[in-house]
């Protein structure tokens, strides 16, 4: 018996489905944002983890924190930061109180577009859900994402 011949685990095949799953979810997202906005999918995510950030004591996020937000490696995170400052969509300064760190803040040219993006990825997630869940091997993981819309998350 060779390992092609050996059946998938139940585990293997759950894990193969949600990859289905954010693979097919991921490329509608891209294809939205990018022709109505010029964004990729991990730029819109940058922005909006970004634009959540608050000013006063340990409002401004750590790159680390940046980078598992949007799911990239802290090197990743800091060219993507430098691509969308370049586009004049974020800056950086110096953090007053630690000279060592480096806040990055939307600009107001970021905030507009992330505004105007902001419906574009919500209606796309939506439908790319909606077609999914027409696929029987990808409803339950649609309906498990969909339940978490109704659940408060907890820290």
């Not at 906005?37 to 006063?56: F, M, P, T």
């Not at 800056?91 to 419906?119: E, F, M």
């Not at 796309?124 to 309906?143: I, S």
Request: aromatic fraction near 4%.
């Amino acid at each position: 018996m060779t390992a092609s011949d050996t059946p998938a685990t139940d585990l293997a095949q759950g894990w193969c489905m949600l990859s289905l799953l954010h693979s097919r979810i991921e490329g509608h997202i891209e294809g939205a944002l990018h022709t109505h906005h010029g964004l990729s999918a991990r730029e819109y995510a940058l922005l909006d983890v970004l634009s959540r950030q608050h000013d006063g004591d340990n409002g401004h996020l750590q790159m680390k924190q940046v980078a598992d937000a949007v799911a990239l490696s802290q090197s990743a995170t800091t060219r993507l930061v430098t691509r969308l400052e370049d586009r004049g969509l974020l800056s950086r300064y110096l953090c007053p109180t630690d000279r060592r760190g480096i806040y990055t803040n939307v600009t107001d040219a970021g905030n507009t577009l992330l505004r105007q993006a902001r419906p574009t990825y919500e209606a796309t997630l939506r439908e790319a859900l909606d077609v999914a869940g027409r696929d029987p091997r990808l409803a339950p993981l649609v309906a498990a994402v969909a339940s978490l819309e109704t659940s408060p998350l907890t820290a």
